[in-house]
């Protein structure tokens, strides 16, 4: 990670918006392209049968070299291979990653259109948080680690964006969808705020997707000029292995709906913390390479550079404050 993408995500913080927001533009290619080109919109609808999902990485099928002492590090295999292992899901409304380590998800994709969102099908009073069986249970969150440990189970993906039936709400509520997140100020309040803005993203554009996920990121410390990373574990049953990310990302594709057509992208890294409501969202969107440094993952690696365009170029990126806390009391949130 080089030193100019660890000022940018170091500054990611709840008091540092303006002095980031300079080092991200200072940061992007000039080469890049902002500008929508005039197209004709048409949405098309394709149906495919999802993959099944590996249950655990296998080993390298390639042997190693022969060498004349027999040696033959790959024989380890033969007991099984240690991984790291991605435990992938595939759901009705969202694609998941698990990080066993963590006790999250390294990432969780879903996609919205004006017609998934217009579908009234699920309520979340008939959801209930679930520990997901489909991780094995050394490696998996249970629901006691989050009891009276000040953190909300946060959902990744929302349940507001999976209203259109009740197994696709349902699905939202599984634990591997999860994150400890700060509840007032964050989670109830500027994340929820930015998750409707997501949704609002729809009515410019057919097709959205979404990628979100935690990080970890390091800070420095002033007592001896380092960096760390440095974060919180909360759990139960002797010691804790649930990690409270340091902050959280999105990373949005707006689709005009055609297949070769242009492509909105914008990402975005939050502070799990506090963040006053009149903060300016464009202050924590930074190049999409921040992103993928930061988390060890490739977003639009196929994606050409002549497709891609600048989101908070085109899209108006602010939030609309909205009161969720007496709604989410009423509706059983479960927070």
Request: hydrophobic share 35%; charged share 20%.
């Amino acid at each position: 990670m080089s030193k100019a993408t660890i000022a940018v995500i170091a500054a990611m913080s709840a008091g540092a918006g303006a002095a980031a927001a300079t080092a991200v533009y200072a940061m992007r290619s000039p080469k890049a392209p902002e500008t929508l080109r005039q197209t004709t919109t048409t949405t098309t609808t394709t149906t495919t049968t999802a993959p099944k999902p590996p249950s655990a990485f296998s080993p390298p099928a390639t042997p190693l070299p022969s060498n004349p002492l027999g040696i033959d590090p790959s024989g380890l295999f033969q007991y099984g291979f240690p991984g790291p292992v991605s435990d992938l899901a595939l759901r009705t409304s969202l694609v998941s990653s698990f990080d066993r380590r963590t006790r999250n998800p390294s990432w969780v994709a879903e996609h919205i259109t004006p017609a998934s969102l217009a579908v009234r099908g699920g309520d979340r009073k008939n959801s209930s948080f679930l520990e997901d069986p489909s991780i094995p249970p050394q490696f998996r969150a249970k629901l006691t680690d989050y009891l009276r440990s000040g953190y909300d189970r946060g959902h990744q993906v929302p349940a507001a964006d999976c209203k259109w039936s009740q197994p696709a709400m349902d699905d939202t509520f599984y634990l591997s969808n999860m994150c400890p997140q700060v509840g007032e100020g964050f989670n109830r309040d500027y994340w929820a705020h930015f998750e409707d803005f997501c949704r609002r993203l729809t009515g410019r554009y057919p097709s959205v997707r979404v990628v979100t996920g935690p990080l970890y990121l390091p800070k420095k410390d002033p007592a001896d000029g380092k960096w760390y990373v440095k974060y919180e574990v909360i759990g139960s049953g002797g010691v804790p292995s649930v990690a409270v990310p340091t902050h959280f990302f999105k990373v949005i594709f707006g689709e005009d709906g055609t297949a070769a057509g242009p492509v909105a992208v914008g990402a975005f890294v939050l502070p799990n913390a506090r963040i006053p409501n009149d903060r300016p969202l464009r202050e924590f969107e930074v190049p999409l390479e921040v992103v993928e440094r930061a988390s060890g993952l490739e977003f639009a690696g196929k994606l050409p550079v002549q497709r891609r365009r600048r989101l908070c170029a085109e899209a108006d990126c602010d939030i609309l404050v909205k009161e969720y806390k007496e709604r989410q009391r009423t509706a059983g949130a479960g927070k």
